[in-house]
C-alpha cells in the first residue's frame, strides 16, 4: 500500500469513528485528569466501554487489564487512551485477515445478513474494487424478495461493469446460485459474488432457504462457496452475537464486513465478536462511497475506538 | 424478541420470590443481575442506571403488604418501571387533521423505513378506511423509488409517479398537491435514509418537514440496534421533532433494549411495531403487555386481540356447528390448519403464551416449527373430495398416491389421519351439550356470547388479565384455549402441557 493512500484511509477510519472517539474518548479523558486510578474509576471505564458497544463481558475484561498493576496510582488521560488501545488491539489482531481472493477460479462469495445490513451495498463496493484490480467480476442477483433489489444491483452492475446474473421476482435462490456459479465456470470469471435476501437468523424456513443455497452450490463447484461474508450494520448491538453464531452454523461464515462506520457512536461489538468467536475481519465500511469499503486494521481501528488522534 | 431478557430476568426474579425475608444487599445483588441483563439487552446505559435507582429506591420505600414476599414485592416494582419506562399508555397514529394528514418516516439507511412506509399505507387504508397516497423522497439509494413503487402495487396502494431530477422537498409538495387533488385522506412520505447521521441528512430532513408540514413525524428505528439507539433518537428529535417511533424487526431474536431506551430519552411514545416481513405485520405497540412479556408472563390480550381480528367468525360458526353433529373431516380439519398459521404459526401462537420461552427451544429441537402444518395441509390437499369428506376410505394404494402428491412418506399420512380421528372422537364426546367446546373456543377468541358477536367487553379483558395475574401458577384462562382441543400435530405427552382439555392447561407458569 503506498502512503498517500494508507493516509486517507487512516483519516477516514478516524473520520466515520470521530463520534466514537468522541464519546468514549471524551468519557476517558474526563474521568482520569487528575485523579488516582481507583475502582470508581475502573467502574467508569467499563461503562464508557459499554456505551461503545463492546457488551459487559469484553469492557469488565479491559477494565480489569487497565487497573492491573496501576491500581491506586495517579494515571493521566493519554497512558489509559494507549492501555484501552492496546487491549482493543489485542482482541481485534487476530481477526485482521485480509479477503484472499486467488485460491480458486472462479472465487465464489456469498454474502448473507439480516434485513438492511448493507449487503447490496457492499456488494457493489467489492464489485468495484475487484473489477479495479482488472479481475472479472460476476454479480448474481440471489436477494429475489425484497422489492427492487435487483434493480439495485443492475444499477451496481452498470457502474462497475460487472455482468448481472438475475431473474424474476420471486424466483428460487438457490436455483440461480446453481445458475450463477455455472456461468462463472464458463465464462471464465475471476470472482463472483452472491447477495442473498436479508433474513433474520431466527426465522427457521429461511435459514433453511439459505442452508439450500449453499448446498445447490457445491453441485457445480464441490469448494464453492470459497467465501461467506456475514454483513453487518455498526449500529447493531448484541444481538450481533446471535446474528453469527446462527449464520455461522447454517452458511458457514468465514469472515466479517462491518458497514456504515461512518455514524454515531459505534463499532465496539466487533470487539465481542473478535473475543467470542476469531472470524477474519475482512473489510468496514465507512463512507456512502465505492471506495469506502476498507481492509480492516486492527491497530487503526483499536486506536480509534480508544479516542487516540 | 424480548424472548432472553424475560429468561434472564425470570431466572433473577425468581430466585428472589423463593426467599423469604430480604436484606438490602440481596436486592442489591439481584439489581446489579437486573443491570446486566439490561446491558446485554442493548439498553442504554444510562437508561438502564437510571432505571434501576428507580427501583431501588421504590424498593427500599415501598410498604410491605402482607402475605406478599419482598422479593415479589421487588417483581412487581420491576414490572411496573418497565411500563413506566416503556410509556404507560398504547399510542395510536393520530390521524386528527384537515386532509390530506401528511405523515413523514425517518430513519438511518437499512432501518426498514420503505417497507414500514407500505405496511402503514396498508394498515390505515384496511383499518382505517383511509384513501392513501405513498411517495418516495429517496433521491439516493439506487432503485430506492422503484422499490416503494413495486412495493405499492404489491398492497395495492397508489404511488406517486416518479419524476427524475426532483430535489426532495419538491416531490414532498408534489405529493401533498397531489393528494389534495386526488381526493386523499393520508400522504405518506418516505424519506431517504442515510449511512451517516449527519448534518446534511438532517438539513434535508428539516426541509422536508418544512414544506410538507406533517402531522407525525415518525422515526422508523431497527430493534436491533445497540448503544447508538440514544443518541439516534435524541438526534433526530432534536433537528426533525419526532412525534412517535415505529420499532422494526421486532420479529428477530433481539432482546428490544432499543425501545427502552428510546422511549425513554425522548419521551415519544412507540407507536407501532413491525413483526415480520409479510406486508400486515405491523402491530400497536401496547408497553404493558411488553413489559408482562420481558417478565414472561406471557401476552394473552395480545394472543386474543390477533385471534379476534383474524379468524373469520362465520367460518367458525360452521365448523363448531359440524362438531357438534359430531361432523368433522378433514376438510374441517384444513380449515383448523388454515387458522393456525394466520395466527402466526407454532411459534407465533407460542411466543403469545406465558412461560413457554423455554418450550420453544423444545419445540425447535423437536422440530415442531410451521412446516409441520404446512407438510399437514399439503397431505389434505393431495385428496380428492371424497377422502376428505370419508378418510375411511383411504387405502394403500390411495395414501401411496397422496404420499406422492404431497412429497411425504404414507406414514406421516397415517399419522395425520390418527389425529383426525382422536380430534373427531374428541369432539363428538363433548358436542353432546347445546354450547359444544367450539363455542368454548369462540367465546375466548373474543365472539361473545354468542358466536359471531362483537369483541370482547372491557370487563372481560379485564377479568382475563386479572386471572393471568392472579393465576402465577396456570395462568391461562380456562376459557382461553384459543387452538381446537387435542392441539393438532403435537405428538401428545411428549410436550409437557400440551394436548388433554381444555385447550392448553399446562402452559402455565412454573412455579
Same mark, same amino acid.
Given at each position: 500500500?503506498?502512503?498517500?493512500? %494508507?493516509?486517507? &484511509? &487512516?483519516?477516514?477510519?478516524?473520520?466515520?469513528?470521530?463520534?466514537? *472517539?468522541?464519546?468514549?474518548?471524551?468519557?476517558?479523558?474526563?474521568?482520569?485528569?487528575?485523579?488516582?486510578? /481507583? *475502582?470508581? +474509576?475502573?467502574?467508569?471505564?467499563?461503562?464508557?466501554?459499554?456505551?461503545? /458497544?463492546?457488551? =459487559?463481558?469484553?469492557?469488565?475484561?479491559?477494565?480489569?487489564?487497565?487497573?492491573?498493576?496501576?491500581? /491506586?496510582?495517579?494515571?493521566?488521560?493519554?497512558?489509559?487512551?494507549?492501555?484501552?488501545?492496546?487491549?482493543?488491539?489485542?482482541?481485534?489482531?487476530?481477526?485482521?485477515?485480509?479477503?484472499?481472493?486467488?485460491?480458486?477460479?472462479?472465487? =465464489?462469495?456469498?454474502?448473507?445478513?439480516?434485513?438492511? *445490513?448493507? %449487503? $447490496?451495498?457492499?456488494?457493489?463496493?467489492?464489485?468495484?474494487?475487484?473489477?479495479?484490480? @482488472?479481475?472479472?467480476?460476476?454479480?448474481?442477483? @440471489?436477494?429475489?424478495?425484497?422489492?427492487?433489489?435487483?434493480d439495485q444491483l443492475r444499477i451496481w452492475g452498470a457502474r462497475t461493469g460487472a455482468t448481472v446474473i438475475a431473474r424474476e421476482p420471486g424466483? #428460487?435462490?438457490?436455483?440461480?446460485?446453481?445458475?450463477?456459479?455455472?456461468?462463472?465456470? *464458463?465464462?471464465?470469471?475471476?470472482?463472483?459474488?452472491?447477495? $442473498?435476501? @436479508?433474513?433474520?437468523?431466527?426465522? $427457521?424456513?429461511? +435459514?433453511?432457504?439459505?442452508?439450500?443455497?449453499?448446498?445447490? +452450490? %457445491?453441485?457445480?463447484?464441490?469448494?464453492?462457496?470459497?467465501?461467506?461474508?456475514?454483513?453487518? /450494520?455498526? $449500529?447493531?448491538?448484541?444481538?450481533?452475537?446471535?446474528?453469527?453464531? =446462527?449464520?455461522? %452454523?447454517?452458511? @458457514?461464515?468465514?469472515?466479517?464486513? +462491518?458497514?456504515?462506520? #461512518?455514524?454515531?457512536?459505534?463499532?465496539?461489538?466487533? =470487539?465481542?465478536?473478535?473475543?467470542?468467536?476469531?472470524?477474519?475481519?475482512h473489510f468496514i465500511g465507512v463512507g456512502e462511497g465505492v471506495d469506502d469499503l476498507q481492509p480492516f486494521s486492527a491497530k487503526d481501528f483499536a486506536r480509534a475506538v480508544a479516542g487516540m488522534e | 424478541m424480548f424472548d432472553t431478557l424475560s429468561e434472564r430476568l425470570g431466572g433473577i426474579l425468581d430466585r428472589l420470590t423463593r426467599r423469604g425475608a430480604l436484606s438490602a444487599a440481596d436486592v442489591d445483588e439481584a439489581l446489579r443481575e437486573v443491570r446486566r441483563a439490561l446491558l446485554e439487552a442493548d439498553v442504554a446505559l444510562d437508561v438502564a442506571r437510571a432505571f434501576i435507582d428507580r427501583v431501588r429506591e421504590r424498593a427500599v420505600g415501598a410498604d410491605v403488604i402482607k402475605s406478599v414476599t419482598p422479593g415479589q414485592m421487588v417483581v412487581k416494582i420491576v414490572h411496573d418501571e418497565l411500563v413506566t419506562t416503556l410509556g404507560s399508555d398504547a399510542q395510536v397514529i393520530d390521524l386528527n387533521a384537515p386532509a390530506p394528514v401528511a405523515i413523514m418516516m425517518v430513519g438511518l439507511q437499512g432501518s426498514g423505513k420503505t417497507t414500514t412506509t407500505a405496511k402503514l399505507a396498508k394498515r390505515l387504508t384496511a383499518l382505517n378506511n383511509k384513501k392513501t397516497l405513498m411517495a418516495s423522497l429517496d433521491t439516493r439509494r439506487p432503485a430506492a423509488m422503484e422499490q416503494l413503487a413495486v412495493l405499492g402495487r404489491q398492497v395495492e396502494i397508489d404511488t406517486l409517479p416518479i419524476v427524475q431530477g426532483q430535489t426532495p422537498p419538491q416531490i414532498a409538495r408534489r405529493a401533498l398537491e397531489a393528494g389534495r387533488l386526488g381526493g386523499y385522506d393520508i400522504v405518506l412520505l418516505d424519506t431517504a435514509g442515510r449511512i451517516t447521521l449527519d448534518e446534511a441528512m438532517m438539513a434535508e430532513a428539516a426541509d422536508v418537514k418544512n414544506a410538507a408540514q406533517p402531522h407525525e413525524v415518525l422515526l422508523v428505528a431497527d430493534?436491533?440496534?445497540?448503544?447508538?439507539a440514544v443518541n439516534l433518537a435524541r438526534a433526530f428529535d432534536e433537528r426533525v421533532g419526532l412525534t412517535g417511533i415505529v420499532l422494526t424487526r421486532v420479529d428477530g431474536d433481539g432482546r428490544g433494549g432499543a425501545a427502552l431506551s428510546m422511549r425513554a430519552v425522548t419521551g415519544k411514545p412507540i407507536k407501532l411495531i413491525g413483526t415480520g416481513e409479510k406486508m400486515d405485520a405491523l402491530e400497536t405497540f401496547d408497553p404493558a403487555r411488553i413489559a408482562g412479556r420481558i417478565l414472561g408472563m406471557g401476552d394473552i390480550v395480545s394472543l386474543v386481540e390477533k385471534a379476534a381480528a383474524n379468524i373469520d367468525a362465520e367460518k367458525m360458526q360452521r365448523a363448531a356447528e359440524r362438531m357438534r353433529k359430531g361432523a368433522f373431516d378433514l376438510t374441517d380439519l384444513r380449515e383448523q390448519l388454515t387458522q393456525m398459521q394466520k395466527l402466526g404459526g407454532m411459534s407465533g401462537l407460542m411466543g403469545m403464551i406465558p412461560g413457554v420461552a423455554k418450550m420453544k427451544a423444545q419445540m425447535a429441537s423437536a422440530n415442531l416449527d410451521d412446516t409441520l402444518l404446512k407438510r399437514q395441509c399439503a397431505i389434505i390437499d393431495s385428496m380428492t373430495p371424497q377422502e376428505r369428506r370419508n378418510p375411511d376410505i383411504l387405502k394403500a394404494s390411495r395414501k401411496k398416491r397422496i404420499a406422492a402428491g404431497a412429497g411425504t412418506t404414507p406414514e406421516q399420512i397415517n399419522k395425520l389421519l390418527k389425529m383426525h380421528?382422536?380430534?373427531?372422537?374428541?369432539?363428538?364426546?363433548?358436542?353432546?351439550?347445546?354450547?359444544?367446546?367450539?363455542?368454548?373456543?369462540?367465546?375466548?377468541?373474543?365472539?361473545?356470547?354468542?358466536?359471531?358477536?362483537?369483541?370482547?367487553?372491557?370487563?372481560?379483558?379485564?377479568?382475563?388479565?386479572?386471572?393471568?395475574?392472579?393465576?402465577?401458577?396456570?395462568?391461562?384462562? !380456562?376459557?382461553?384455549?384459543?387452538? !381446537? !382441543?387435542?392441539? !393438532?400435530?403435537?405428538?401428545?405427552?411428549?410436550?409437557?402441557?400440551?394436548?388433554g382439555l381444555p385447550g392448553l392447561p399446562g402452559f402455565g407458569k412454573k412455579k
Open positions: 500500500m503506498t502512503e498517500p493512500e %494508507k493516509k486517507s &484511509w &487512516w483519516q477516514r477510519l478516524s473520520g466515520g469513528l470521530r463520534r466514537t *472517539s468522541a464519546s468514549l474518548g471524551g468519557a476517558l479523558s474526563d474521568l482520569v485528569t487528575r485523579r488516582r486510578l /481507583d *475502582s470508581a +474509576m475502573l467502574d467508569e471505564i467499563e461503562e464508557a466501554l459499554i456505551r461503545a /458497544d463492546l457488551g =459487559v463481558t469484553a469492557a469488565a475484561r479491559i477494565a480489569a487489564a487497565v487497573g492491573e498493576g496501576r491500581y /491506586d496510582k495517579d494515571v493521566a488521560p493519554e497512558d489509559v487512551k494507549a492501555i484501552v488501545a492496546a487491549e482493543v488491539e489485542k482482541s481485534l489482531a487476530p481477526c485482521a485477515h485480509p479477503l484472499a481472493t486467488d485460491t480458486a477460479k472462479p472465487f =465464489v462469495i456469498l454474502v448473507t445478513g439480516v434485513n438492511g *445490513s448493507g %449487503k $447490496t451495498t457492499t456488494i457493489g463496493k467489492l464489485a468495484a474494487k475487484f473489477s479495479a484490480e @482488472g479481475k472479472k467480476v460476476l454479480l448474481a442477483a @440471489g436477494d429475489t424478495f425484497r422489492a427492487a433489489a435487483i424466483s #428460487d435462490a438457490a436455483s440461480l446460485a446453481f445458475e450463477a456459479v455455472t456461468a462463472a465456470k *464458463s465464462e471464465n470469471a475471476d470472482i463472483l459474488l452472491i447477495d $442473498t435476501a @436479508g433474513r433474520l437468523q431466527n426465522k $427457521t424456513e429461511l +435459514m433453511d432457504e439459505l442452508e439450500k443455497i449453499v448446498r445447490v +452450490m %457445491k453441485k457445480v463447484e464441490p469448494d464453492a462457496p470459497h467465501a461467506v461474508l456475514l454483513v453487518l /450494520d455498526a $449500529t447493531v448491538g448484541q444481538n450481533a452475537l446471535s446474528q453469527l453464531e =446462527v449464520f455461522r %452454523k447454517i452458511a @458457514g461464515v468465514t469472515g466479517l464486513v +462491518m458497514t456504515k462506520l #461512518d455514524g454515531t457512536a459505534r463499532g465496539g461489538i466487533l =470487539v465481542a465478536l473478535a473475543e467470542k468467536f476469531r472470524l477474519p475481519i | 430493534s436491533l440496534t445497540g448503544q447508538d380421528r382422536t380430534m373427531a372422537d374428541m369432539m363428538k364426546a363433548m358436542g353432546g351439550g347445546k354450547r359444544g367446546p367450539m363455542a368454548g373456543l369462540a367465546n375466548a377468541l373474543g365472539m361473545g356470547g354468542g358466536l359471531g358477536g362483537g369483541m370482547p367487553s372491557a370487563e372481560e379483558m379485564a377479568k382475563m388479565a386479572e386471572q393471568m395475574k392472579g393465576g402465577g401458577a396456570g395462568g391461562l384462562p !380456562p376459557t382461553m384455549p384459543g387452538l !381446537p !382441543p387435542n392441539f !393438532p400435530g403435537l405428538p401428545g405427552g411428549k410436550m409437557p402441557g400440551l394436548g
